[in-house]
């Protein structure tokens, strides 16, 4: 906590600035006074920026380089550390420890559905059915919205939205073509209940389990496989304990990154410009990597050469599914913000 704020002493109460305008008598008192402001501004700022994976996992690649740039832009001002499941490991706590000021910087991964309530109507599957359309209602109108709300329900100030891609299965046992073909099958998902409510209304059965349990669980068949983006696959390593990966785009998955409110109104406007600046880059980083392997010729490339079997489900029938099993539910927790992405072109 200590390093994140600028040190209380700086700033002495009025009594004691008249005591030391006397003391140090007249123009002498005046200067030394005058230096704790100047003093105050060129002290690096640490900023602890915990996230749930390390490179090459895709945001992490992206926020290690935020994390430098912002460093070296501010020329030392800003000192930010990355922390790629080092410092802690599970989204939830990354969270908390966010919300509390314990560290600044850090985002809930594929649990925003939960940490964030207001973020799971984007999580209803097929609801959300194109980058494009994403990207406008969160560097919109509908962004600017939930930044607010974050700030005054959480004390967190957002720093950009991010992604993870659509998400698809991969498992051991056979390929996806049809809702049918999860039937019976025991999939890992997220810790938010929007996606346990896709798995099990499209067929299979969900298993809720953090991330840092997903592959220990595979290897000891607890869980038959789970659901990633195309551009996480590799990093991860999954295509040690799976054989096939289907392309079904059944969750777009939009998560959030976020400062904690007390630090960020502790930096100074130009700081602030200068974070926000590096988060849109940032932003700009993961999204290019996420789309350039998110097709099925992309998906084969890169994961063939693994040993997996890459196929594309028949994504009507599994949308056709959801529209019948999933949607009423939701449409009725967040219509507002239903209806807005409904009239936002894909």
Not at 290 to 312: C, I, Q, R, Y
Not at 325 to 334: A, E, H, R, S, T
Request: hydrophobic letters at 45%; one cysteine or more; proline letters at 6%.
């Amino acid at each position: 906590m200590g390093e994140l704020s600028v040190s209380a002493h700086l700033f002495a109460p009025t009594a004691s600035r008249r005591g030391l305008l006397k003391g140090a008598g007249g123009l002498a008192g005046i200067l030394a006074l005058g230096q704790a402001p100047a003093f105050a501004q060129t002290t690096p700022k640490k900023l602890v920026f915990a996230h749930v994976n390390p490179p090459p996992e895709s945001a992490a690649v992206a926020f290690a380089w935020f994390a430098k740039e912002v460093t070296d832009r501010s020329k030392g001002e800003l000192v930010v550390d990355f922390q790629g499941a080092t410092l802690l490991t599970k989204e939830l706590e990354i969270m908390n420890a966010v919300k509390a000021g314990n560290i600044a910087i850090g985002n809930p991964a594929g649990a925003a559905g939960t940490v964030f309530p207001e973020m799971s109507v984007f999580l209803v599957p097929y609801l959300v059915s194109s980058y494009d359309q994403a990207y406008r209602l969160f560097n919109g109108d509908v962004g600017a919205k939930l930044d607010k709300t974050f700030q005054e329900k959480y004390g967190v100030k957002v720093l950009c939205f991010f992604d993870y891609g659509f998400r698809h299965f991969w498992n051991t046992r056979h390929a996806i073509n049809e809702p049918r073909d999860l039937r019976g099958m025991k999939l890992r998902v997220q810790l938010a209940k929007v996606y346990a409510d896709t798995v099990n209304g499209l067929g299979g059965v969900a298993v809720p389990m953090a991330w840092s349990e997903v592959i220990t669980a595979a290897q000891q068949g607890v869980i038959d496989g789970a659901d990633l983006p195309v551009v996480n696959m590799v990093p991860l390593k999954t295509y040690e304990v799976s054989k096939y990966f289907s392309l079904t785009y059944h969750n777009y998955g939009p998560t959030v990154n976020v400062m904690n409110l007390g630090v960020w109104n502790g930096l100074t406007p130009e700081q602030q410009k200068l974070v926000m600046d590096v988060s849109m880059e940032a932003q700009a980083r993961i999204r290019k990597a996420t789309e350039s392997v998110d097709t099925l010729p992309a998906a084969k490339a890169l994961l063939e050469p693994h040993g997996m079997v890459v196929n594309e489900a028949d994504r009507a029938a599994f949308k056709k599914a959801a529209q019948a099993k999933i949607w009423p539910n939701y449409q009725k927790v967040n219509p507002e913000l239903w209806d807005l992405i409904v009239a936002t072109p894909a």
